[in-house]
């Protein structure tokens, strides 16, 4: 069974730089659609970025600013966000699906989080002065 967990969230000033990693055990993240997602108090989890095999792909509110990135010898997934600003705070999750139960055939089904059925718990991002 696929298990996710997430790590380098923190509290950084604005305009500062966070690297998340989304480490995967169990199985092969090859065999999975990945994304990151992001939730705020009183919000809904929203798409921030995600890999899929129709390709990759970024919510317009961070397009330029993240990047996300596979190590597949490392089977981990990252979100490299630079320039942060306060409203990226939040708790960042990643997601997985495994890729021959859905094709997510573009941005806004690669985004939406309930296409995904594998969470890890979550790290705290804090963008503030």
């Known amino acids: 069974q696929l298990q996710l967990v997430e790590s380098g969230g923190g509290l950084v000033q604005p305009g500062g730089t966070l690297r998340l990693s989304c480490a995967a055990s169990?199985?092969?993240?090859?065999?999975?659609?990945i994304g990151w997602f992001r939730q705020a108090p009183g919000r809904e989890r929203e798409g921030v970025s995600c890999?899929?095999?129709?390709?990759?792909h970024y919510a317009d509110s961070v397009k330029g600013r993240f990047t996300i990135s596979k190590d597949n010898a490392k089977n981990t997934v990252y979100l490299q966000m630079n320039s942060l600003k306060p409203e990226d705070t939040a708790v960042y999750y990643c997601?997985?699906?495994?890729?021959?139960?859905?094709?997510?055939?573009?941005?806004?089904?690669?985004?939406?989080?309930?296409?995904?059925?594998?969470w890890g718990q979550g790290t705290q991002v804090t963008v503030s002065s």
């Open positions: 169990g199985i092969s993240l090859d065999y999975y659609e």
């Open positions: 890999i899929s095999r129709m390709g990759t």
């Open positions: 997601g997985a699906v495994y890729r021959y139960y859905i094709v997510l055939r573009d941005m806004e089904e690669c985004l939406r989080s309930q296409n995904y059925d594998s």
